[in-house]
């Protein structure tokens, strides 16, 4: 993926957050491309930091790993030091802090989407690779995004259930795979509360999609 022009790596996936009143919920497809290659079919791209944060990944492959890699081991020895859980806008400002350091050097082709709970509540967070930082309460990142917002725009409204979230994200990814071509593969959808972070089952996910 090194070699191809920024305009070829800079696009592609179909990733989305929602706020609800019981947790968040995030979802994916699983596409990865190179250019008009499709490159993997099933690609994990929702990431679990710690217990009670995620992080969706859209953009270089490479790039979102590391970061991943490097936002959980950071979260980690805070945990060790502080004997204490990290907030989700400290995560996420730590996050912003680590891309827009490097927005003159060599800069992260992400696009972040950092969700979780705390003490505090329930949080989403849009990272953007010029250390943006921002606060939604639904969100979608990616090629496919204007597809997905059609549904997020129509369907979403304050204090919907986890179950009428999981709903509209997957509708959501469903519509973006469906037009944009970067984005395909099938769906995972995630929900975070304050049990922790869960996969909703494929076959639930199937039957909201079909």
């Known amino acids: 993926m090194d070699k191809l022009s920024k305009d070829e790596i800079k696009h592609g996936t179909t990733t ?3 706020v609800t ?6 979802a994916a497809e699983k596409r990865a491309t190179m250019g008009y290659l499709i490159a993997h079919k099933a690609v994990t791209k929702v990431v679990q930091i710690t217990d009670r944060i995620a992080m969706t ?6 790039d979102a790993q590391m970061l991943s ?5 950071e979260l980690e020895l805070y945990e060790i030091r502080h004997n204490k859980k990290v907030t989700v806008k400290a995560a996420a400002s730590l996050m912003a802090n680590i891309l ?5 050097t060599v800069p992260f082709y992400v696009q972040l989407l950092l969700a979780g709970v705390d003490d505090e509540g329930y949080h989403l967070f849009s990272l953007g690779p010029d250390g943006s930082n921002i606060s939604d309460k639904y969100i979608s990142t990616g090629s496919g995004s204007v597809m997905a ?19 509209i994200a997957a509708r959501a ?23 922790g972070i869960s996969k909703v089952p494929k076959d639930e996910i199937e039957k909201i999609i079909k």
């Open 16 to 18: 989305v957050g929602i």
């Open 21 to 26: 009143k019981e947790g968040v919920v995030v």
């Open 57 to 62: 990944i859209a953009g270089m492959v490479g």
């Open 69 to 73: 890699k490097y936002l959980k081991a």
């Open 100 to 104: 827009y350091s490097n927005r003159f």
């Open 149 to 167: 917002y059609g549904v997020l725009e129509d369907k979403f409204k304050d204090g919907i259930s986890l179950k009428e979230g999981v709903n």
């Open 173 to 195: 990814i469903r519509a973006a795979m469906a037009r944009d071509i970067a984005s395909g593969g099938g769906v995972d959808v995630y929900t975070i509360t304050k049990k």
